[in-house]
């Protein structure tokens, strides 16, 4: 499957944010959809999953901030950013996965090319 995220941009401290991945190539339903951000000088972090039954999983630190839903008829998984903060700062990547795991980075298959979030202070 391919992957193609949208949305990032620079936004101020409290601002939202969403952003978009859309899927092509195989059946976008069968897949795990995952969100990743690397802020620079940093290792790839996992920020938030949503399985293929709709079922959820949060990084502490964005729970209560951020949202995962995925729309199955557009391919298209989307992440809700909400009270940013500048530690939110970083390249955002949307991933898939066929592995029951779908938390863990490594598992995951499909990578897209990333979208920058800048939240200035």
């Known amino acids: 499957v391919q992957l193609q995220a949208s949305g990032g941009g620079l936004v101020h401290t409290g601002d939202s944010l969403r952003l978009s991945c859309v899927g092509s190539?195989?059946?976008?339903?069968?897949?795990?959809m995952g969100w990743f951000r690397q802020a620079p000088g940093k290792e790839r972090e996992f920020v938030v999953a949503?399985?293929?039954?709709?079922?959820?999983r949060y990084a502490d630190s964005v729970k209560g901030r951020f949202t995962i839903s995925r729309d199955n008829a557009k391919s298209t998984v989307y992440l809700q950013m909400n009270s940013l903060k500048p530690e939110d700062t970083a390249v955002y990547y949307c991933?898939?996965?066929?592995?029951?795991?779908?938390?863990?980075?490594?598992?995951?298959?499909?990578w897209g090319q990333g979208t920058q979030v800048t939240v200035s202070s």
């Open positions: 991933a898939a996965t066929s592995n029951v795991q779908y938390w863990i980075p490594t598992y995951y298959s499909y």
């Open positions: 949503i399985n293929r039954s709709g079922g959820t």
């Open positions: 190539g195989r059946t976008f339903r069968n897949y795990h």
